[in-house]
């Protein structure tokens, strides 16, 4: 399956969980896909565990028309990245245009934010769990949920088969 010719945009904040950016970064450059990484400046962001990314575009920049795709890494990023009104809208714009939302772990924090959970079946970390059922979605303890176009898994170790929906959702997309 190829991701030729989809851009894919993964949100960036401070102390965001290491694998859960780096790994969807690069499987999904290896299978073909234009990978952007977004931050609310274009200054190094540090991982949890001590990586580091630097972002191609900021919030304001990005625009929801050039994407297919955003992935939210968890870890502490989320509950920053939420704070910032171009990041929430972004995603909401892209959920409201039928593209994939992915996010794993805290993630979905900044679904909560956009206001796209409602009536959702979706995974998270346990420790958000409690907020994605008031967000009004329906919670499962799987590996990877996938409800239309938003897909979510718990922890780095579901990595495999979360970025293997994101690339079976995208490569069935034109």
């Not at 990245?81 to 996010?103: H, I, P, Q």
Request: proline content about 6%.
């Amino acid at each position: 399956m190829s991701l030729q010719g989809k851009r894919i945009a993964i949100l960036a904040g401070p102390e965001y969980e290491d694998l859960e950016l780096h790994y969807p970064l690069l499987r999904l450059i290896e299978a073909g896909g234009e990978v952007k990484v977004l931050a609310a400046t274009r200054d190094s962001v540090k991982g949890k565990h001590g990586l580091s990314v630097a972002p191609d575009l900021t919030f304001d920049e990005a625009k929801p028309t050039d994407f297919d795709a955003v992935v939210v890494p968890g870890g502490w990023a989320p509950d920053r990245v939420r704070r910032n009104e171009k990041a929430v809208l972004f995603v909401k714009s892209l959920y409201d245009k039928g593209r994939l939302v992915a996010a794993i772990c805290h993630g979905p924090q900044v679904l909560i934010s956009a206001k796209i959970l409602k009536g959702k079946k979706v995974t998270c970390v346990a420790a958000v769990k409690d907020d994605v059922i008031n967000a009004g979605a329906e919670y499962f303890d799987r590996e990877v949920v996938v409800d239309q176009n938003v897909i979510t898994s718990r922890f780095p170790p579901d990595l495999p088969a979360f970025c293997r929906e994101i690339i079976n959702w995208l490569s069935q997309r034109k």
